[in-house]
């Protein structure tokens, strides 16, 4: 019996020191593959989505610039609507409505709806002319992104 008691215990022994190796053995490549395929995934995430942010933030830019340039196209066609009733009151004596079809260069699209009003003041021995022009550009489709409008009016008179 002594015999059997001691073999047990060697087996026991030799059951410890090789649970023991295998616990103290360094760890495998095998098994660290994959936190560099996470870290990889992350990082493609994170540049996809700064890139769509600066995409975002770049057209952004572009369609106000956009805005802005149509804007100014705008005023300079009711501009032109101001001085062509202004042309048409002082010169030629005529004070009417009128909508102008513009077609050259960057004014090319508007279409300026000229209101002239004419009040009569009399004066000593004359009677002066108040000429009040209205001036409305406009150009795109109402709710469409390229809709732009423009109001302007002035006042001139004949007296000297």
Do not use: K
Request: hydrophobic residues 45%; glycine residues 6%; positive net charge.
């Amino acid at each position: 019996m002594r015999l059997y008691r001691d073999a047990r215990r060697e087996t026991r022994d030799a059951i410890r020191i090789s649970h023991f190796r295998r616990v103290s053995r360094p760890v495998s490549r095998v098994s660290s593959s994959g936190f560099s395929l996470i870290a990889a995934l992350f990082l493609i995430v994170v540049i996809a989505a700064l890139g769509a942010f600066a995409v975002r933030i770049g057209s952004g830019q572009q369609q106000s610039v956009n805005l802005q340039l149509l804007s100014a196209r705008a005023m300079a066609a009711a501009d032109s609507g101001i001085e062509w009733g202004a042309y048409r009151a002082l010169r030629a004596n005529s004070c009417t409505t009128t909508t102008l079809n513009l077609t050259e260069a960057a004014l090319n699209g508007f279409s300026v709806t000229v209101v002239c009003v004419q009040t009569d003041h009399p004066e000593s021995n004359a009677t002066v002319h108040v000429y009040r022009i209205d001036a409305t550009a406009v150009a795109g489709t109402y709710g469409m992104p390229d809709y732009v409008s423009r109001h302007e009016y002035a006042t001139f008179t004949d007296a000297l």
